[in-house]
Nanobody, 115 residues
Framework: QVHLVESGGGLVQPGGSLRLSCVASGSIFSLNGMGWYRQAPGKERDLVARISTIGTPIYADSMKDRFTISRDNAKKTIYLQMTTLKPEDTAVYYC?????????WGQGTQVTVSS
């Protein structure tokens, strides 16, 4: 069983930065990829960024110049560095690990961008 825990969310002013972390516990053997998604109120959960097991990142178009996904294999952790945050970035951010044929989600961390 794999358990994911996100942290690092909070309230930030427009133009500010936050760094999210997602730590996995349990066996992540046969890991296929990891990523961050977000869900704003009344909207669907959308891709923010993903990173492959060899470190290749992909980003949603609206975020690729402002967000950076990274990973630390030894710590079983992925990160999302977010800069130049905008009010429209307000959402619950979820991490996602694909292990074998299974997909695991964290519980989410709230990011609120407001003055």
């Amino acid at each position: 069983q794999v358990h994911l825990v996100e942290s690092g969310g909070g309230l930030v002013q427009p133009g500010g930065s936050l760094r999210l972390s997602c730590v996995a516990s349990g066996s992540i053997f046969s890991l296929n990829g990891m990523g961050w998604y977000r869900q704003a109120p009344g909207k669907e959960r959308d891709l923010v960024a993903r990173i492959s097991t060899i470190g290749t990142p992909i980003y949603a178009d609206s975020m690729k110049d402002r967000f950076t996904i990274s990973r630390d294999n030894a710590k079983k952790t992925i990160y999302l560095q977010m800069t130049t945050l905008k009010p429209e970035d307000t959402a619950v951010y979820y991490c996602n690990f694909q292990i074998g044929l299974l997909t695991y989600w964290g519980q989410g961390t709230q990011v609120t961008v407001s003055s």
